[in-house]
C-alpha cells in the first residue's frame, strides 16, 4: 500500500473518532481520525502504510457498531472546477 490513509465505510452513524480511533490502534498508531457526520464514512490515517495495510486486512469486511465494515486506501480529492458556478443574478422578467 502506498499511502497511510484509509477509507473507512458503512459505519453507523452513532460511532465517534475516539471508537474509531481505539479500533484501529491494536494495527498501529493512529495519527487522525475524520468522521464526515450524517454520511456513513470516513478516514483513518496511520502512521505508516504497513499499519495502513495491516489495519486493511484485519479490519476490512469486520462487524463493528452492527455494520459490515469497508475499507480501502483512500483516493486523492478529485480536482473542482473553480470557476465558481451557478447562473448570473439576472433572472429577466419586469421590475
Known amino acids: ?17 475516539e471508537q474509531l480511533t481505539e479500533l484501529f ?6 495519527r487522525s481520525v475524520n468522521i464526515i457526520e450524517g454520511k456513513g464514512f470516513g478516514f483513518v490515517e496511520m502512521s505508516s502504510g504497513s499499519e495502513a495495510e495491516a489495519a486493511k486486512e484485519g479490519l476490512n469486511g469486520s462487524q463493528f457498531g452492527g455494520r459490515t465494515l469497508k475499507i480501502d486506501e483512500a483516493r ?12 448570473g443574478g439576472y433572472r429577466g422578467g419586469r421590475y
Open 1 to 17: 500500500m502506498q499511502g497511510s490513509k484509509l477509507y473507512v465505510g458503512n459505519l453507523n452513524y452513532s460511532v465517534t473518532n
Open 25 to 30: 490502534s491494536s494495527y498501529g498508531q493512529v
Open 76 to 87: 486523492p480529492p478529485k480536482e473542482r472546477d473553480r470557476r465558481g458556478g451557478g447562473g
